[in-house]
C-alpha cells in the first residue's frame, strides 16, 4: 500500500526565514504533485515533478524530486505572511492501466509578521 | 476559462437522508476524479473516471456511495442514506489526460457536507 507522510504537519515561523517541507512515499512513484490550500478553499498546484533529480521553482518556494529515496522536499525561502497555507504533496500511484493519486496529510504553515 | 464547479458548496443533510453532489469539470478534460477530504486531513481519492467510464471506484467507502458521468462531462457524486461519518468536504478534479501524460489535476471548491 502507498503510504505518503509529511514532515511537520505544522510548522510556524516567522517572514525572512528559510525552510523545508519533506514528503517521503513508501513506493516506487516517478510523478509526484505539490498543492497549496488556504482555509475554506480549494486545492491550487503548485509543482508537478516528473523525474528523479526534477527541481523547479516559483517565486519564493522550490521543489524537488528524489526518486531513488522515495523523497520530495519544498523549500521556502526568505517567507513572507502571504505563503501561510496548508500544502499537500501528492503521490502518483499506477494501478493496472490507471492512476491513482495518494495525498499526505498536509503541512499546516503559519507565517508571523 | 472557467474552472471546475461545484455544487452545492454546503449540504446539511439529516443522518439517513440521499444527497447528491455535482460536478461541472473543465470543458474537454477527459478525466474527472472525486476526492474525500475530512477536517485537517488531505484528500482521499474515492472514484476516477475517464470520458464516462468509471475506471476506479475503489476508494468508495461504502455501497451507499454511487458516482456516475453519464455524457462524459458533468459528474454526480451521490451518498444514499447519510451517516455522521460521511460529513466532509468532498473535492472534484478534473485533468486534460488520461493515464501516464504530466496532466495537472484541477480542483472545484469542494462541496462541504454536514451531516446532523
Known amino acids: 500500500e502507498l503510504k505518503v507522510e509529511q514532515n511537520p504537519l505544522f510548522l510556524s515561523m516567522q517572514e525572512g526565514k528559510n525552510y523545508t517541507i519533506y514528503c517521503n512515499y513508501s513506493?516506487?512513484?516517478?510523478?509526484l504533485y505539490w498543492y497549496r490550500q488556504d482555509p475554506g478553499k480549494s486545492l491550487e498546484s503548485l509543482f508537478v515533478?516528473?523525474?528523479?533529480?526534477a527541481v523547479k521553482q516559483e517565486g519564493r518556494l522550490m521543489a524537488s524530486l528524489d526518486t531513488k529515496a522515495r523523497l520530495s522536499t519544498l523549500h521556502i525561502t526568505a517567507a513572507v505572511h502571504d505563503l501561510s497555507a496548508t500544502y499537500f504533496c501528492?503521490?502518483?500511484?499506477?494501478?493496472?492501466?490507471?492512476?491513482?493519486?495518494?495525498f499526505g496529510k498536509g503541512t499546516r504553515l503559519h507565517i508571523l509578521p | 476559462g472557467a474552472g471546475v464547479s461545484q455544487s452545492p458548496r454546503y449540504k446539511v443533510a439529516k443522518r439517513g437522508q440521499d444527497v447528491a453532489l455535482r460536478c461541472d469539470p473543465i470543458?474537454?478534460?477527459?478525466?474527472l476524479f472525486w476526492y474525500q477530504q475530512a477536517l485537517g486531513q488531505g484528500p482521499e481519492f474515492l472514484t476516477y473516471?475517464?470520458?464516462?467510464?468509471?475506471?476506479?471506484k475503489s476508494g468508495l467507502p461504502s455501497d451507499r456511495f454511487f458516482a456516475e458521468r453519464p455524457e462524459g462531462s458533468v459528474s454526480t457524486l451521490k451518498i444514499q442514506r447519510t451517516q455522521q461519518e460521511d460529513s466532509a468536504v468532498y473535492l472534484c478534479?478534473?485533468?486534460?489526460?488520461?493515464?501516464?501524460?504530466?496532466?495537472?489535476?484541477?480542483f472545484g471548491p469542494g462541496t462541504r457536507l454536514t451531516v446532523t
Open positions: 478534479a478534473s485533468s486534460l489526460g488520461i493515464s501516464r501524460g504530466p496532466y495537472e489535476q484541477y
Open positions: 513506493t516506487t512513484s516517478d510523478r
Open positions: 515533478l516528473l523525474s528523479n533529480g
Open positions: 501528492a503521490v502518483d500511484m499506477k494501478m493496472n492501466r490507471d492512476d491513482k493519486i495518494i
Open positions: 470543458s474537454g478534460h477527459v478525466s
Open positions: 473516471f475517464q470520458n464516462e467510464a468509471q475506471l476506479d
